[in-house]
């Protein structure tokens, strides 16, 4: 669960959300029932990302003396993460699709045609194609605007994310924050 005086930075950036909205006489999902939540898909992508977090330490020790072998085993961490991540975005998703245009560690950004009441909880899968990121929380609105184009910009904070998840959110967000430096640069 995400403590409200942790702050995570957010990264513009376009990605998929499926929100369902949690009923409203349900109380919120301890962390070990939210795990229960999670499709099979899921639990194996966070299971292969937390394997693949914890072996990267040692990989980068052997880095030096063999930098072939450890290119090659991330290049087949990164083929096993995008069939994950095409298995399960094949799967059928319960709730809404959104566009989501920012996320990170605390929460998400996206953009709806109907506009969302502050406070309201949702159980949301996320789908970020680029940083082959699959995650499941529950989050609730924070803030909603209107767009220029008569949509409506909904802000909402994770109320309760594994923490394994929040590392990989803040991870990836790092990793499109990289990028964006990249081509900023390269642009000069």
């Known amino acids: 669960?995400?403590?409200?005086?942790?702050?995570?930075?957010?990264?513009?950036?376009?990605?998929?959300?499926?929100?369902?909205?949690?009923?409203?006489?349900?109380?919120?999902?301890?962390?070990?029932?939210l795990q229960n939540l999670q499709s099979v898909g899921l639990q194996l992508l966070s299971e292969v990302k937390a394997v693949e977090s914890s072996s990267l330490i040692q990989l980068r020790a052997l880095e030096?003396?063999?930098?072939?072998?450890?290119?090659?085993?991330?290049?087949?961490?990164k083929k096993i993460d995008l069939i994950l991540q095409y298995v399960l975005e094949a799967e059928h998703q319960e709730g809404t699709s959104y566009l989501?245009?920012?996320?990170?560690g605390g929460g998400i950004e996206i953009i709806t045609d109907v506009e969302p009441n502050i406070d309201q909880h949702f159980e949301v899968t996320i789908f970020i194609r680029d940083e082959l990121v699959a995650v499941l929380a529950i989050a609730t609105?924070?803030?909603?605007?209107?767009?220029?184009?008569?949509?409506?910009?909904?802000?909402?904070?994770?109320?309760?994310?594994?923490?394994?998840?929040?590392?990989?959110?803040?991870?990836?967000?790092?990793?499109?924050?990289?990028?964006?430096?990249?081509?900023?640069?390269?642009?000069?």
Not at 8 to 32: D, G, I, M
Not at 64 to 77: E, G, I, M, P, W
């Open 1 to 33: 669960m995400i403590d409200e005086s942790s702050s995570y930075f957010s990264v513009p950036h376009k990605f998929k959300a499926y929100l369902k909205p949690w009923p409203t006489s349900t109380e919120l999902p301890s962390l070990n029932e």
């Open 64 to 77: 030096n003396d063999a930098k072939t072998v450890v290119d090659y085993l991330k290049l087949q961490s």
């Open 141 to 188: 609105v924070t803030s909603v605007t209107q767009t220029e184009d008569e949509h409506w910009k909904a802000e909402l904070s994770f109320s309760r994310i594994l923490e394994a998840d929040v590392e990989i959110l803040v991870k990836a967000s790092l990793g499109v924050q990289q990028k964006m430096l990249k081509a900023r640069t390269n642009r000069r």
């Open 100 to 104: 989501g245009t920012k996320f990170g």
